[in-house]
């Protein structure tokens, strides 16, 4: 009965009905498994790079060189999947690298081998995300896209809060079970008993979630082929997106550069909690506040979506924009409580739901569904080099200035990229 629904109201099936219809249900639940994986590793995996012996600096570079690295990968496989006409085959394959990548971790005794995970489970992210939000605009009608993605956002995020509870539930649950300890380092060489042996444990059990989001979009999400667009220039194809699209993307490449990897807001909750609470509690407080973060980004997500139709789009990402400063001054200038970090962390969340689901609805107020995969790849582009030159930035300024320098530049950065933001005139297209 409820597929029944869902394929009367589909788009893809019937070129009309509501939003909520099987292909965005589909894409929430492989988001929210694939997030799962992602951030159940994700929420220890500063204080694994800590036990391993990397820096602040280390962690930064990583991120930094995983995010340059995955958004030319989205330029080439949105631009790709324009000119073949279809995109599923390659989002599958891309959850399916990511899903994988994470066990890498499990075997990292320098943080290079950490390097090479994030490299590889970014490199899936690269191949999936422009073309799964090309699919996702195509799956409803023009004014529909803010539910839709604000949906969507919301169940991705819901498996951000699952992971890291499921990893702060883990580090209970292994500090007292030593025989499970053993089964699973057991299948990690020198694993029990090496730095970080319980953060092992983590990646090796994210593998399960990570691998079941390839199979439900396989299984799950249909697709209406294209025709193939042979004759699509790469070149003439960008030098032909519209002005306002390129001011726009400017606007959030600016941005991007404040943007840095939320692992690093973790490290500083870590670093400045640790002296009060002791090392492992303050770990697991930081993967509870990271979670703290997703929970806001996943309330916030669907009501940020829906409203955007009454609004200008590009002031009203200038808005989010605006938060996301004050949120790193929040970091810059901290309050050694933990009442002061559940504020910024929400606050993070906020500002990400803002950023997430309307820089991924306003793609398509500029350009048709034949270059969207392309409009994306760029979309990604620029926030993948604002996020290598933001996630590297903090962390050196970190490591050779301190914390406060190193959260106080992105705090100026975003106010900048908010103010041009709202300058960019917002697109218009209907279809």
């Known amino acids: 009965m409820i597929d029944a629904e869902f394929h009367k109201s589909d788009p893809v099936q019937s070129g009309k009905g509501g939003w909520l219809n099987k292909n965005v249900f589909a894409f929430g639940l492989t988001s929210f498994l694939s997030d799962f994986s992602h951030e159940m590793a994700t929420a220890v995996l500063p204080q694994f790079m800590q036990a391993i012996g990397a820096s602040a600096a280390a962690l930064g570079f990583i991120e930094g060189m995983a995010d340059a690295f995955a958004s030319f990968v989205k330029l080439g496989s949105g631009y790709h999947s324009d000119k073949i006409g279809h995109r599923k085959t390659w989002v599958v394959f891309g959850y399916a690298l990511t ?5 890498i971790f499990a075997y990292a005794f320098v943080w290079p081998m950490v390097l090479l995970g994030r490299m590889v489970s ?3 992210r690269g191949i999936r995300g422009p073309l799964r939000d090309a699919m996702l605009a195509d799956s409803v009608e023009p004014h529909q896209r803010g539910k839709a993605f604000g949906f969507h956002r919301a169940y991705d995020t819901a498996g951000a809060i699952v992971g890291p509870l499921a990893a702060f539930g883990l580090l209970s649950f292994l500090g007292t079970h030593p025989a499970w300890v053993s089964a699973i380092t057991s299948l990690i060489p020198g694993g029990h008993g090496s730095a970080g042996w319980a953060f092992r444990v983590i990646f090796v059990l994210a593998l399960v979630p990570g691998v079941l989001s390839a199979l439900s979009i396989a299984l799950l999400v249909t697709e209406k082929r294209k025709s193939a667009g042979h004759r699509l220039g790469f070149w003439d194809t960008l030098k032909n997106l519209p002005s306002d699209y390129r001011r726009f993307l400017a ?15 973790i490290m500083r909750a870590t670093t400045v909690l640790a002296p009060s609470m002791g090392a492992l509690e303050a770990a697991r407080m930081a993967a509870l506040l990271y979670t703290l973060r997703n929970v806001t ?9 829906a409203l955007s139709h009454r609004f200008a789009r590009t002031r009203y990402l200038a808005a989010g924009y605006l938060i996301a400063a004050i949120t790193f001054l929040g970091f810059a200038f901290v309050v050694p409580t933990l009442w002061w970090f559940m504020i910024f962390f929400a606050m993070a969340g906020i500002f990400m739901a803002w950023e997430d689901t309307i820089e991924g609805v306003a793609v398509r107020d500029y350009v048709d569904s034949a270059v969207a995969g392309t409009a994306y790849g760029v979309l990604g582009v ?9 996630s590297i930035m903090v962390g050196f300024v970190w ?6 320098a190193a959260f106080a530049v992105p705090a100026l950065l975003g106010t900048l990229g908010a103010v041009m933001m709202a300058a960019v005139p917002p697109g218009t297209r209907k279809e």
């Open 382 to 390: 620029a926030n993948g080099v604002g996020d290598f030159v933001s």
């Open 122 to 124: 970014w490199l899936g």
């Open 297 to 305: 980004y996943a309330m916030a997500s669907f009501p940020v979506g």
């Open 99 to 103: 899903g994988v990548a994470v066990v």
């Open 251 to 265: 606007a959030v490449l600016v941005f991007g550069i404040a943007d840095f990897a939320p692992t690093l807001m």
């Open 399 to 404: 490591t050779i200035i301190g914390p406060a």
